[in-house]
């Protein structure tokens, strides 16, 4: 299977830790995303990394890239409640045809506490 | 604001009942797709359209159909829905087909009874 493989596929943690995903894939990618997804809503697009970078920041997000081990990883710091959410990686790889399209993971489901 | 909308939010048919559900963008953008997201899974990509060109997954189900009047509208039409494809269908656009980042719709959950 090309999809991604998420970890922890459930995490709980207190309001104000850190919380850490991580993601692998199998093939050759473009570059790789990160979305949220609320439970019973449409996917919201949270950041970007090319496969030429290595890191990228975007407010509390850490967004890391290895594609010498094939993976990344998202960190959200000091969480929220508000941040109770699951969370997919999506490698966007091309395709032969010439056309591209987002793999996505299984997901993590994040569980923030007050 | 410029979104992707789509209705129902929930729609009940019933076995073997025809269903069509919609998608509409004001992004003016010139791929759209749509997914099948079970619960607790992956969203899965049925088919995507770039301008009017369709694309179809190799597993995806005849039973699934799509349909690209113009740039702004993507209908599914499910031909004859079973228990299996009850499910959240995901509509999703992008400016273009090639590394770019996709914008969902809320999504439509389908029941079937």
């Known amino acids: 299977s090309q999809q991604g493989e998420e970890d922890p596929q459930a995490l709980s943690i207190q309001e104000g830790e850190n919380a850490t995903m991580n993601c692998s894939y199998k093939t050759s990618i473009n570059n790789l995303q990160w979305y949220r997804q609320n439970s019973g809503r449409g996917l919201v697009h949270l950041i970007l990394i090319r496969s030429n970078e290595r890191e990228k920041h975007s407010g509390r997000l850490r967004v890391t890239l290895d594609t010498s081990k094939k993976s990344s990883s998202l960190l959200i710091t000091a969480s929220r409640a508000a941040d109770t959410a699951s969370y997919f990686c999506a490698t966007d790889t091309t395709f032969s045809g010439g056309y591209n399209k987002l793999i996505f993971g299984a997901g993590t489901r994040l569980a923030v506490h007050p | 604001d410029a979104m992707v909308i789509q209705n129902p939010r929930y729609q009940v048919t019933q076995f073997g009942k025809p269903v069509t559900l919609s998608c509409s963008q004001t992004l003016n953008h010139n791929v759209m797709y749509w997914y099948q997201q079970k619960s607790s899974q992956a969203p899965k990509l049925l088919f995507h359209?770039?301008?009017?060109?369709?694309?179809n997954e190799a597993d995806t189900p005849d039973n699934f159909q799509s349909r690209r009047p113009n740039t702004s509208f993507c209908f599914l039409d499910i031909r004859s829905p079973g228990l299996g494809d009850a499910a959240m269908y995901l509509c999703?656009?992008?400016?273009?087909?090639?590394?770019?980042?996709?914008?969902f719709g809320p999504g439509t959950r389908l029941l079937v009874l």
């Open positions: 999703a656009t992008s400016r273009d087909q090639t590394q770019e980042t996709q914008y």
């Open positions: 359209y770039y301008d009017k060109d369709f694309n």
